[in-house]
């Protein structure tokens, strides 16, 4: 059975771009969103996040009349569930999204149809979706019922990185975790409609470990290397030089420290790992604790320089004034999910008495978390204005200001960009 519709439930940065390659050759896409403004910005043409190339797509798309946004589930042939997953307080994966979106497409499901779960997920989520649907759709037959099942189920996870999300689409391999064998063929049929990269079929339990499992590693090596510069900054050492050095041997490869770990990904997913695995996830839980630490170290690292601006201007505290250089969880990108360095921002505006300014070129409000404490003002403004700096993002704005604008003395650098 070919797709001739396809419906995206979630229009983010992962579901919107998956939405747009699909309609860019020539199928018919319903994208579903419970954002108003989303789905309004997209019947436009236009698109509400940034992405490099992807608003050329999506205008091409809906001017062609192969994509189309609303707020409410329709019939299709394939659904792609691309909510969020975050963890609650207690760092429990909290999967009340996926509930949302299965329950919402259980009305218009019929046979034949496949539905595929790609939000990052605990072990077992799938499998959980899957009885959410048949307790809403009795008349169906889903996977757990036995090999004759008139429904697929398949859990394939992205793997891009933002800013470079519609090449990573269309080149990396996808592991692809069906329910039961045919359910992972299904689903491999569905990607290679765009997709130049390999389908790596497995089961669902797989396919969901290995998307935890990618992010924890990462997860582990930049803990790895944000331990060393705490160690370094002790030594009165360059972690940045030292990186460089040690990576220079055939076998090593450490990745690079920062102001913590951001974003939907590496600062989520190990804690699925943990919240199931309590015990045994000894390395996974410290490397999550080392990164979550990491903010409230540059915030003291920001009060050492304080202590030596106010020693050597004669200032006070409160007419001092500090600029942080970035909110995004990583360079060149408008994401502030999960953002350290939207954590460091506020962290320093709520204890500093003077005037805490934000440079961050990808967005163009202050964000709410930090509207009654910060100002967002421009590159130049901030390094005109401001006693201390904190660079949090090596975007490439920051990184191309000349050496000579930078006349402070008091540099709080956790990207190595001022070095």
């Known amino acids: 059975m070919s797709f001739e519709t396809i419906s995206v439930i979630g229009l983010g940065y992962i579901g919107l771009p ?7 050759k020539g199928k018919n896409v319903i994208g579903v969103d419970i954002n108003v403004h989303a789905v309004e910005t997209i019947n436009r043409g236009d698109i509400h996040i940034v992405e490099p190339e992807l608003g050329d797509v999506v205008r ?35 999967l ?58 398949a859990y394939c996870p992205e793997r891009v990185l933002p800013g470079k999300v519609m090449v990573e689409l269309l080149e990396n391999d996808r592991v692809i975790g069906g329910m039961t064998p045919a359910c992972s063929a299904r689903a491999s049929d569905l990607y290679r409609i765009f997709l130049r990269g390999e389908c790596v079929e497995t089961n669902a339990r797989t396919a969901e470990m290995c998307k935890l499992t990618e992010n924890s590693f990462r997860d582990v090596n930049i803990a790895f290397a944000n331990e060393l510069s705490l160690i370094c900054a002790e030594q009165g050492i360059n972690v940045w030089e030292l990186i460089a050095l040690a990576n220079r041997h ?104 003077g005037c805490t300014l934000v440079a961050e070129p990808h967005v163009s409000k202050i964000p709410t978390r930090l509207a009654d404490e910060a ?23 920051f990184r191309a200001i000349p050496m000579s604008q930078i006349t402070q003395p008091w540099i709080v650098d956790t990207k190595g960009v001022w070095r």
Not at 67 to 75: P, Y
Not at 76 to 93: C, R, S
Not at 129 to 149: K, S
Request: aromatic residues 6%; negative net charge.
């Open 375 to 397: 100002t967002l003002v421009s590159i130049e403004d901030a390094l005109q204005q401001a006693d201390i700096l904190v660079m949090l993002v090596d975007h490439a704005q």
């Open 96 to 153: 009340s999204y996926v509930k949302a979106a299965a329950l919402s497409i259980a009305p218009v499901l019929k046979a034949g149809d496949l539905v595929i779960l790609e939000s990052t997920s605990p072990v077992g989520a799938t499998e959980q979706m899957a009885e959410w649907l048949a307790e809403a759709r009795h008349d169906l037959r889903f996977p757990q019922h036995g090999d004759d099942c008139n429904v697929h189920i």
């Open 18 to 24: 998956t939405a747009a390659v699909f309609a860019s």
């Open 250 to 353: 055939p076998r090593v490869n450490i990745l690079q420290p920062g102001p913590g770990v951001g974003g939907h990904c590496i600062a989520v997913d190990p804690w699925f790992i943990v919240a199931q695995n309590p015990d045994l996830a000894r390395l996974i839980r410290v490397a999550r604790e080392v990164n979550d630490a990491k903010p409230a170290w540059v915030l003291d690292q920001v009060k050492q320089q304080l202590a030596e601006c106010l020693t050597a201007s004669g200032k006070r505290a409160n007419e001092v004034t500090i600029a942080c250089f970035g909110l995004a969880f990583k360079p060149n990108i408008d994401d502030l999910r999960e953002s350290p360095a939207m954590t460091v921002a506020h962290l320093i505006a709520e204890w500093h008495s």
């Open 60 to 94: 091409e798309a809906v001017k062609a009349g192969h994509l189309r946004a609303t707020t409410q589930a329709e019939a299709a042939d394939a659904f792609l569930i691309a909510v969020p997953t975050p963890f609650m307080g207690d760092h429990q994966p909290d």
